[in-house]
């Protein structure tokens, strides 16, 4: 184990991981030097990624697992292709649009293809990147090239029920969804602590080189934002576009359309993991919907997350969604 990573070993963090199977069930880690959480399998990459070469004009996607990423993925990629919508309809978009640490993280996720951050190393300008990775373990040269970065946030209770059914989508969790909030709250689950991850990119939102929005603004009016990102993109786009893409990326289209709907991909893991099959009704296009923490998590759970948000957020001026 290299000195950028501690294996988290209290009981709860051993619980935790005890009630995980499939391809999340693995050590858990803090990553230096973020303090972000991740598997101990990712630990042998973070050297590689944090001296990464990043170029002026890659586009770097940037978010906390659940907040919106695929929806952002293909909405960019459109922007940066002209809305070709046909060639987005028939290639995946992990090839279109590369998840930088997937490789590190699952490496069965990309068993036919290149290792992710060779795939990344190797594509051709301008570079469509996705992370989840917290800005400090980001690659380095992120503060210093400067380029694009588009970071977006979703409402946290939200994002914790998303992340839920996402661990008993690629894997199976014997946790209930309130214990899933506590071990959510004490940082055991990766990526996590949510708002040492959200609030950098907050922090950074009017710089030239970054755009921040939310889950949410994509919820209430997916027009503005395809307006905004085409604006910081620098790519034109006619209202009749703008039409076709709020059409092209509605949750329904997108539920059925193959290439972003990752459901060949969760199939063969589950198989993989001799994992029992899925009700036809599961899937990562799951609801799509705003508010759900506050129906499905416990008056309780809610309750300490507000007070848990208020501590993590003492003395910041954030007022995106929480
Ligand atoms: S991941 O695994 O971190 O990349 O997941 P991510 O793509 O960030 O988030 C998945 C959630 O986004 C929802 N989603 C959408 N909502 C509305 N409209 C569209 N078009 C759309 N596409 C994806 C997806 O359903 C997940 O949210 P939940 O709440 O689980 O349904």
Not at 25 to 51: F, M, Y
Not at 290 to 317: C, H, M, N, P, Y
Request: contains cysteine.
């Amino acid at each position: 184990m290299s000195a950028t990573a501690e294996v988290l070993t209290s009981p709860a963090a051993r619980r935790y991981v005890e009630s995980l199977r499939g391809p999340y069930r693995d050590d858990h880690v803090r990553l230096e030097p973020s303090g972000c959480v991740l598997l101990s399998k990712v630990t042998a990459d973070v050297h590689r990624i944090l001296d990464f070469a990043v170029r002026p004009d890659d586009v770097w996607l940037v978010t906390f697992p659940k907040s919106g990423t695929t929806w952002s993925q293909e909405l960019i990629w459109l922007l940066m292709n002209n809305c070709d919508v046909e060639q987005a309809k028939q290639v995946p978009l992990i090839h279109r649009f590369p998840f930088l640490e997937i490789t590190s993280l699952m490496p069965e996720f990309t068993r036919n293809m290149p290792h992710s951050i060779d795939h990344v190393e190797r594509m051709v300008s301008p570079r469509l990147i996705k992370s989840h990775l917290p800005l400090d373990q980001l690659p380095k040269q992120i503060k210093t090239v400067k380029p694009k970065v588009i970071y977006v946030v979703r409402n946290v209770q939200d994002a914790i029920v998303s992340f839920y059914h996402h661990y008993q989508l690629w894997g199976d969790c014997d946790l209930t969804l309130d214990q899933f909030a506590e071990c959510f709250m004490d940082d055991l689950i990766m990526y996590c602590p949510y708002w040492d991850h959200v609030l950098p990119f907050w922090n950074l939102r009017n710089e030239p080189n970054v755009l921040f929005y939310s889950y949410e603004d994509m919820k209430k009016d997916l027009a503005s934002v395809i307006r905004r990102v085409a604006i910081f993109l620098q790519k034109t786009i006619t209202e009749k576009q703008v039409a076709q893409l709020v059409d092209y990326l509605s949750f329904d289209k997108m539920r059925d359309n193959p290439a972003v709907n990752y459901d060949p991909v969760v199939e063969q893991l589950r198989a993989d993991y001799k994992l029992q099959p899925l009700p036809s009704s599961t899937k990562f296009m799951r609801r799509g919907q705003v508010g759900e923490g506050k129906q499905v998590l416990s008056e309780d759970i809610q309750r300490r997350l507000r007070q848990w948000t208020e501590a993590a957020l003492q003395g910041s001026d954030y007022t995106g969604p929480r």
